[in-house]
């Protein structure tokens, strides 16, 4: 029985996760997207991976520069979110932010949980998309911020039971 695309991104949009801003740099071009395909793969080495759109403008970013920096959210960040999930104005992104820059040259955003700065190992074509696999090289965190969370096309946080 075939699986619907519509049905298939039900299912995924009921599943919790946390929301990321992939950001990468190819010589001049920097560019970052909004994606919640994150995890980590092992401990050692630290390798995570991020799932990239191929039709996106960040995948050839990626693809070129060899980089990318995994961005955390923290609560309150919904609308950093929004501007690099939309379409419109993607080479507006980063206006108005500060950045620092990592080890690998990819933009570090602040005011996140964190950041993993990573060297990709292995890229892996996956229907449409692309599954980078990154060596983490450096990483930041604040442990007094709270991660934002998104389900259903909607924003929140977690509270212990």
């Known amino acids: 029985m075939p699986i619907s695309t519509d049905t298939f ?3 995924c949009g009921r599943w919790t996760t946390g929301v990321t801003i992939v950001t990468t740099r190819h010589g001049d071009t920097v560019h970052g997207m909004t994606v919640s395909a994150f995890t980590e793969v092992s401990l050692d080495p630290p390798l995570v991976l991020v799932c990239a759109d191929k039709g996106s403008t960040t995948h050839p970013v990626i693809e ?3 980089v990318f920096a995994v961005n955390v959210l923290a609560r309150g960040q919904e609308a950093l979110s929004n ?3 939309s379409s419109k104005e993607q080479e507006k992104r980063f ?3 500060t950045v ?4 690998t040259g990819a933009p570090i955003l602040q005011g996140t949980v964190g950041a ?5 190992e ?3 074509e996956a229907g449409d998309h692309v599954v980078y696999v990154g060596r983490v090289e ?3 965190v604040d442990e007094s911020a709270d991660p934002l969370l998104h389900q259903s096309g909607a924003y929140g946080g977690f509270a212990a039971s």
């Open 9 to 11: 991104k039900k299912l």
């Open 64 to 66: 070129g520069g060899g």
């Open 83 to 85: 501007k690099f999930a």
């Open 95 to 97: 206006d108005g932010l």
């Open 100 to 103: 620092d820059i990592g080890v």
């Open 116 to 120: 993993f700065d990573c060297r990709v």
């Open 122 to 124: 292995a890229a892996h």
């Open 138 to 140: 450096w990483l930041r």
